[in-house]
């Protein structure tokens, strides 16, 4: 297994930083003229744009995070009481992500309170 830490963090702290800061979209209008020869005015509302690019930034910045957490409990494996001649790293690797944070952290006490 190749160590993608940095990788996956570098991503997770790029939308982070995007979500925090979102950049500044301008009000665009924008004048067309219809098959019919009259001409229309359309209205980019930059405030909207910037909360939608915000929410996909948002989205992307969890998703990022996510698999640095996933990828991060793969990795401590080598730490628990994981034996490569018995336990099948592939389906590990497919686990869900709260099924990796109960094998390598457990279940109950703090690790039980910090999953929540």
């Known amino acids: 297994m190749v160590n993608q830490h940095y990788a996956l963090r570098r991503a997770y702290e790029y939308f982070r930083d ?8 301008e009000d665009e209008a924008t004048t067309h003229e219809s098959p ?28 990022a995070y996510l698999s640095v957490l996933e990828h991060d409990l793969v990795l401590a494996l080598a730490f628990t009481d994981f034996d490569p001649a018995k336990d099948n790293l ?15 952290l ?9 999953r929540q």
């Open 90 to 104: 592939t389906s590990i690797i497919g686990d869900r992500w709260g099924d990796k944070f109960a094998r390598v």
């Open 106 to 114: 457990g279940k109950q006490g703090e690790a039980a309170r910090l």
């Open 18 to 25: 995007r979500v925090l800061a979102p950049t500044v979209i």
């Open 36 to 63: 019919d020869g009259s001409t229309g005015t359309s209205f980019k509302s930059g405030h909207l744009q910037m909360k939608l690019n915000a929410f996909h930034d948002l989205v992307a910045a969890l998703t």
